[in-house]
């Protein structure tokens, strides 16, 4: 016997709908709908159950799409620590028990263009195996710091629930890296011919020797951006998760075509005044995890004076000196020669995009500086101040409310309240469930009570279990690997 399928009439009845005679005859396979050719209750198609069937099959298909990448997203996000130290051991292991890889192994963790003559250390491809050893090497030690640190550090001073925990971890992660490399870079401007003296970043152009320890200190901190675009997928999406992205991307691309051009003075030069604002806002969110309010605030008056100061004066003034002296200092043309040497007149002017990648290709090849090079530059540039004018707003938000009385809270964040997480290890939560609207079939939604104990990390966060819903696709939604809808 087969059941009959039953529809709710307009009388608001439930009605018998008994199965089509086409489909009582035919033998149709399963899952398939058999659309009569005379049939015209669907002149346009737009409504047809035939294109319905096929929307859905379409999203289903890009729902297990979804599905297979979120899962392996979350792998990666909970292996990080193993991923990172299992490539460690495999490379110094490779390096230790098989001589003839070294020249290839010892690629990542030592500076490669070494010129015994003047003790300083050339540029090219091979620069790559460092940047990703750093890259690895970032992200095993963010994740090992964070979990073993400064989470328990997190539990020590009185942050309850595991949501806040993790952003003080965040947070602190970031001050410390701030501390060591923005007192780094501080060291090596302050060592160099152009502190306090912008004219100097252009001179003796193109500077093809850099020494040990600013080329160490420009790789890792270029690993370092790239790992931040890997990061901010991996945190909470915030409200200015787009911005972030581009700001990241637009940093990395400045610092690789700044040492490609032979331009890492300035490239510093910005480095130390953008580093110096994210050594404060961190500092300024781990008080305000710890309760400090008062000190929170001052804080962030710091930061705001800070952010100011630095972003928009002294950034501007760097602005200014790649606009005007650059072009006063560094003729365009193409230069073959060594440092200082001038341009090339011989040399004919790049007609392809080839020349604009010699540079990249062969460190000791001809570079064409032309006026197409430095507009890049420039824009990219400018392109950054915009995003950092567009957060500053924000900042002045959160400014007008401290002023009224409020307490400093960073806007481009997401509310950390809106889901309250006690973690009680080996406790229950009791959730008072309130019902929840969805637009299913009677049949597909399983009551299993309005209150039930919650243990973390195992079954629904409810008692109710909808289709297409589940604790894992939220819990990963959380931290960056499920897109919000």
Known sequence: MSSSKHSRGFSGQDTPSPRPASTQRNSVPTGELVEHPLDTRYP???HSPTLGRKVAGSRKARRREESALTGLCAWIVDHQ?????????LLFLSHLCFPAARRHTRKFFELSYYDPKIGKYGKGWNDIFMVVYWVIIFTGLRAAVM???LIPFARWGGVTKLKRRMRFAEQAWLFLYYTAFWTLGMYIMYKSKYWLNLRELWTDYPERQMDGLFKWYYLVQYAFWIQQILVVNIEERRKDHH?????HLITCALMFGSYGYHQAR????????MDVVDLLLPMAKMLKYFHFNTACDVAFGVFLVTWFGARHVLYMMLLYSVFVHLPETIPFGCYSGPNGKGPDPSM???ASLWKFLAPFMDSEGPVCWTEGVHGAFKSLLVALQVITCVWFVMIMKVAWRVIKGGAA???RSDDEDEVEEEEDFGG??????????EDVGVEAINLKGHTRPYRKGAGNATGVTLPGHSDRKELLGRIGCERGV
């Open 44 to 46: 346009d198609g737009a």
């Open 81 to 89: 620590i193993g991923l990172s130290t299992n490539f460690l051991i």
């Open 147 to 149: 979990e073993w640190l």
């Open 243 to 247: 911005q972030m992205v581009t700001h």
């Open 266 to 273: 300035v490239g510093n030069a910005f480095l130390c005044v």
């Open 348 to 350: 004919p002017a790049p």
């Open 409 to 411: 809270e960073d806007s």
């Open 428 to 437: 229950e939560i009791t959730a008072d469930l309130t019902p929840l609207e």
